[in-house]
């Protein structure tokens, strides 16, 4: 990931908030790692416009996720974890 989806992830951590917005930084991969600890209370998340393929297989790790902005992505599937986000 690039130094703004770093930042950006880092600026999640910080706050209280439910919504993580990594939309418009020309990712072509995302880390989600586990470490970060407010990533428990993430209930949105914003991909749009970047240029990913795929998901980390993690990403159903955060069972408050209800919704994933994928528009404008090359993204053909997704994991199968993904099943277990609510």
Request: hydrophobic share 35%.
């Amino acid at each position: 990931m690039n130094d703004d989806a770093k930042r950006r992830l880092e600026d999640f951590e910080r706050s209280d908030g439910e919504i993580l917005d990594l939309s418009n930084l020309n990712l072509s991969y995302i880390e989600l790692p586990g470490y970060f600890t407010h990533l428990d209370r993430l209930r949105t998340l914003d991909l749009g416009n970047n240029m990913l393929t795929y998901l980390p297989e993690n990403i159903g790790s955060f069972t408050k996720l209800s919704c994933i902005d994928l528009t404008d992505n090359q993204i053909t599937s997704l994991p199968g974890s993904l099943g277990a986000a609510n």
